[in-house]
């Protein structure tokens, strides 16, 4: 059974940091393309940052360039996301997703290419 579970939210100032972290059991993050998509409040989930399964591709929003790292960590099976400089308009729950075969890359921000997902983790950043 595969799980995804995410852990590291809560409550932050404005310019303040989190690091989300994805725990993965019954896949290996490593053979899998890991996205972390958020979801504010009346708003349609988007992808905020990528990794493909090489490691070596990655990418994110335009809205969280420079502020947001996504990393993988094939000895934890985890991905990861370093937040910084975190502003209000980041507040949202975030979600862990992973794709078993994503054939085409630019279909990397649809949430219907992903297989699983974790429940979410809640950001709340105020100003």
């Known amino acids: 059974q595969v799980q995804l579970v995410e852990s590291g939210g809560g409550l932050v100032q404005a310019g303040g940091s989190l690091r989300l972290s994805c725990a993965a059991s019954?896949?290996?993050?490593?053979?899998?393309?890991m996205g972390w998509f958020r979801q504010a409040s009346g708003k349609e989930r988007e992808l905020v940052a990528f990794?493909?399964?090489?490691?070596?591709?990655?990418d994110y929003a335009d809205s969280v360039k420079g502020r947001f790292t996504i990393s993988r960590d094939n000895s934890r099976n985890t991905v990861n996301l370093l937040m910084n400089g975190l502003k209000p308009e980041d507040t949202a729950v975030y979600y862990c997703?992973?794709?078993?075969?994503?054939?085409?890359?630019?279909?990397?921000?649809?949430?219907?290419?992903?297989?699983?997902w974790g429940r979410g983790a809640q950001v709340t950043v105020s100003s």
């Open positions: 997703a992973a794709a078993r075969d994503l054939t085409y890359l630019s279909n990397r921000n649809l949430p219907t290419m992903y297989d699983y």
């Open positions: 990794i493909m399964w090489s490691a070596d591709y990655t």
């Open positions: 019954g896949l290996t993050v490593s053979n899998h393309a």
